[in-house]
């Protein structure tokens, strides 16, 4: 397994409500990442960890919010959601010592209706 | 500033076919670059890296910093090379290291 699980794997929800992702992993790699997929547009950066408590912006991190309390899980947040966030949603982890790269989640596709 | 760009998004062959996917990027320093393969409905997984310098099912990539290009190659594309590729470049900022991602290539091997 790879070590990073995404929950929910799929979600539909009602513009303007609140919903959170959640990724978690078991590798101890200190720096998570949240990307959204979305056709034409490739992979974008919403918001990165780099460490517990320790969260930066990416390029599209408008309407979205992140936390990280342990060191295994990173939530991210779409205060109220609305129909320009229907995407996939995918997770990554890395560690920087190691010349690896990303390791993804399975992603999670968020419908907003 | 950093980018990578995939000029191709879309990208068809045929079975036996050589194959070759674009990349070129810009980067003030020196990079780290990635190939990722994205299967149908799956998650993203690492194809090459440029350090490692190494071949995966048949694929291979070579930096070319003149042309700052990282082409994706494979002498004989099979159906199954059928997915979503995506370069990827690695920066690092005070924060750590991000990624860059290109838009994508979806390659389609016919048979």
């Known amino acids: 397994d790879a070590g990073i699980t995404q929950?929910?794997?799929?979600k539909v929800t009602e513009t303007g409500t609140p919903v959170t992702l959640r990724c978690h992993q078991t590798e101890n790699?200190?720096?998570?990442?949240?990307?959204?997929?979305?056709?034409?547009h490739g992979l974008r950066l919403i918001h990165y960890s780099y460490g517990v408590k320790d969260t930066d912006k990416g390029e599209v991190s408008d309407g979205?919010?992140?936390?990280?309390?342990?060191?295994?899980?990173?939530?991210?947040?779409?205060?109220s959601a609305t129909s320009s966030q229907t995407s996939v949603?995918?997770?990554?982890?890395?560690?920087?010592?190691?010349?690896?790269?990303y390791t993804f989640g399975s992603g999670t596709r968020l419908t907003v209706v | 500033a950093q980018r990578v760009t995939q000029p191709e998004k879309l990208l068809s062959v045929?079975?036996?076919?050589?194959?070759?996917?674009?990349?070129?990027?810009?980067?003030s320093g020196s990079p780290e670059l990635f190939w990722y393969v994205q299967y149908s409905r799956q998650r993203l997984q690492l194809l090459l890296r440029h350090i490692s310098r190494e071949s995966i099912k048949g694929?291979?990539?070579?930096?070319n910093k003149g042309?700052?290009?990282?082409?994706?190659?494979?002498p004989f594309a099979q159906?199954?090379?059928?997915?979503?590729?995506y370069c990827a470049l690695s920066g690092h900022s005070g924060t750590g290291n991000q990624f860059y991602f290109g838009t994508g290539t979806s390659l389609t091997v016919i048979p």
Request: with cysteine; proline share 5%; aromatic share 18%.
């Open chain 2, 14 to 27: 045929f079975k036996g076919a050589p194959v070759e996917l674009k990349c070129n990027y810009s980067y």
């Open chain 2, 79 to 85: 159906e199954e090379d059928s997915a979503m590729y």
């Open chain 1, 7 to 10: 929950s929910p794997r799929h």
């Open chain 1, 89 to 101: 949603y995918f997770c990554a982890i890395s560690d920087p010592l190691q010349y690896s790269g």
């Open chain 2, 59 to 63: 694929f291979t990539a070579d930096l």
């Open chain 1, 64 to 79: 979205y919010s992140v936390s990280r309390s342990k060191t295994e899980d990173f939530l991210l947040t779409l205060e």
């Open chain 1, 29 to 40: 790699h200190r720096y998570m990442y949240w990307y959204r997929q979305d056709p034409g």
């Open chain 2, 67 to 74: 042309e700052t290009s990282f082409h994706l190659k494979k």
